[in-house]
């Protein structure tokens, strides 16, 4: 499984409990594949670096935005999952941008197995140099 992080950008007018469901309905396609959800995580409402254009207008006829709603889900899934979650999210009226980032943490680290690129070998091995030469 692959660790990857989800940053969505919603309209900024798009009711709580839409954006609820669908978090929801992410979460249960990943859960239901064989993935993880380890965190979803409002950012809030905040200022877009520019004017975001929706696929349609909305109720009051708005099709440009200048602030959206950030949210992150970070997930473990295989790459089928992640674009099935991708194809969700691009039906979506309520979502203006989304983006897939494939995720690093430390484990990754250390579950490599080639010693050039593993800094924790790389590091127990300069130590061990230092005390031989001593």
């Known amino acids: 499984m692959v660790f990857y992080e989800c940053l969505m950008t919603a309209k900024n007018t798009a009711h709580y409990n839409n954006l609820t469901s669908l978090m929801k309905d992410i979460s249960l396609k990943i859960v239901n594949k ?4 380890r965190s979803i995580q409002n950012h809030g409402i905040r200022q877009l670096p520019h004017r975001f254009r929706a696929k349609y207008a909305d109720r009051e006829g708005n099709r440009y935005y200048e602030k959206g709603r950030f949210i992150s889900v970070f997930y473990d899934a295989n790459p089928g999952v992640m674009r099935e979650v991708e194809g969700i999210l691009n039906l979506d009226e309520q979502i203006l941008r ?3 980032l494939k995720g690093r943490n430390k484990f990754m680290d250390v579950n490599n197995v080639r010693e050039k690129k593993n800094p924790y070998i790389q590091e127990i091995l300069r130590e061990d140099e230092r005390l031989g030469s001593n």
């Open 98 to 100: 989304n983006t897939h």
């Open 34 to 37: 064989g993935g993880i959800v």
